[in-house]
């Protein structure tokens, strides 16, 4: 039976110059009060030396396949892990266990454990986005193993980019939130969760669910506005309403009392939140500012129609009475994101989301600063779309930026994945 208090935590390290840093997380884990036993690839022993990782972690640092095999070490270290901790891992290290290869201790110990598994990537950009890694990600979150990182900066030469691997105690507290009850490092963010915790456990309904957010009451809005010209016809927008959808369902799946503020959605609205159904913009409007009051986070993930008619006809509009042009008078509607975060409770987070059709990353972050700086919002959710992006579709990819413009996390994947992710910057006080 798992101690929380004191866990069996394996930690893996493949080989790339970050495994320096692996040393930090290991010492992080044992002052945390665990019993730490590092598996390292050869290639990470030429990174750092084994006296340093068994000064640091007490324990006698494995790398050899062959050796107490009397004890059958090639399983039984993944056998007796209550946590298994990947740090860092490297391009080579996720192809290999994206097809459950075993030809060193490290694979055997993955394929032997039935514990929860958080990985660390680290490697050059170009790797972290080459269409091999990318799907071998895909695959090992989709088995549940957990990611933290790989943050965007400074590599190991003069680039930079998306690839340096999280920093030791942010892999310490992403790994132990991984089991509920585990105590973090004293001086460690215990409280929060890391920058970029994905296919955490929680995110897929095959495996037990974290519960952070218990206690948490969570408002989201999700799907578009339809702004109604005449009896039949409305203004309207693509969005289906599928990602904020999946925003309800993460929290309510993690413990949240959730609020759903469904204007139009082409999905089902979920079990086990409240729904309030709305059309327009100016109902969305009143709605959110009845249950923002009672909110703790609120997500504005719906498409908000901008401007709606000036004038609503009462029948049907004939093109006969309107001849071969048509003008629409339209006017602005309030900007219901800025108002919510203008009159939130101190205690409050807001969160708004920016659809935005930038050409590159680098376009997309610099109208996204702007934007949250104009709405007040503490976070918000950045993602490009087009006619074939974004919208309607199963998959997104999102960068996070705080208020002051920090990149906070990255996420791609599913919807219920980036979901998942996007509530993990809400940094619960407990989990
Ligand atoms: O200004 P823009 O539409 O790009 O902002 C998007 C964010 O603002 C989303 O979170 C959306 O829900 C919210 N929004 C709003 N009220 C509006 C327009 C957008 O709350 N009138």
Same mark, same amino acid.
């Given at each position: 039976m798992t101690n929380p208090e004191r866990l069996t935590v394996v930690v893996g390290i493949s080989g790339g110059i970050a495994a320096y840093k692996a040393v930090g997380v290991v010492r992080g884990l044992v002052l945390a009060g665990h019993d730490v036993h590092v598996v390292a690839t050869d290639a990470a022993l030429r990174f750092v030396g084994r006296p340093t990782l068994e000064a640091i972690s007490r324990n006698i640092v494995h790398s050899d396949l062959y050796e107490g095999v009397a004890q059958v070490r090639h399983v039984a270290i993944g056998q007796s892990a209550d946590l298994i901790v990947i740090a860092p891992a490297t391009a080579n290290t996720l192809a290999k266990l994206a097809t459950g290869l075993a030809d060193d201790l490290l694979g055997t110990t993955v394929l032997a454990s039935t514990a929860p598994v958080i990985v660390a990537p680290a490697m050059h950009t170009e790797m972290w986005q080459n269409a091999a890694t990318v799907a071998n990600v895909a695959t090992l979150r989709s088995r549940g193993i957990a990611f933290v990182g790989p943050e965007s900066g400074q590599l190991t030469g003069s680039d930079s980019g998306p690839g340096r691997m999280a920093e030791p105690d942010a892999i310490v507290a992403a790994a132990l939130a991984l089991v509920p009850g585990a105590p973090a490092a004293?001086? #460690? /963010? !215990?409280a929060d969760p890391g920058p970029a915790v994905d296919?955490? /456990? !929680? #995110?897929? /309904? %095959?495996l037990p669910t974290r519960? %952070?957010? #218990?206690g948490v009451r969570l408002l989201v809005s999700a799907g578009g506005t339809r702004e109604p010209l005449d009896p039949v016809r409305f203004l309207g927008n693509r969005s289906s309403g599928k990602q904020g959808v999946a925003l309800a369902v993460a929290a309510r799946d993690r413990g949240a009392e959730v609020t759903l503020l469904a204007a139009h959605l082409e999905v089902p609205a979920p079990e086990g939140v409240d729904v309030v159904q709305v059309e327009t913009a100016k109902q969305l409007a009143q709605a959110a500012a009845e249950y923002a009051q009672d909110s703790d986070v609120i997500i504005m993930a719906a498409a908000v129609a901008d401007y709606r008619p000036a004038s609503i006809a009462q029948t049907k509009l004939k093109k006969d009475a309107i001849g071969d042009t048509m003008t629409l008078e339209l006017v602005k509607n309030p900007d219901i994101l800025a108002s919510l975060a203008a009159n939130r409770r101190a205690d409050q987070v807001v969160i708004g989301f920016a659809a935005e059709t930038a050409g590159d990353t680098a376009e997309l972050l610099r109208v996204g600063r702007e934007k949250l700086e104009r709405k007040g919002c503490d976070f918000l959710v950045l993602n490009r779309v087009g006619w074939l992006r974004g919208?309607?579709?199963d998959d997104n990819a999102v960068v996070v930026v705080s208020r002051g413009g920090d990149i906070v996390m990255e996420a791609s994947g599913s919807k219920a994945a980036v979901a998942d992710r996007i509530l993990d910057v809400l940094r619960p006080s407990g989990s």
């Open positions: 004293e001086g #460690a /963010p !215990g296919g955490a /456990p !929680g #995110a897929d /309904p %095959d519960h %952070d957010l #218990a919208f309607a579709v």
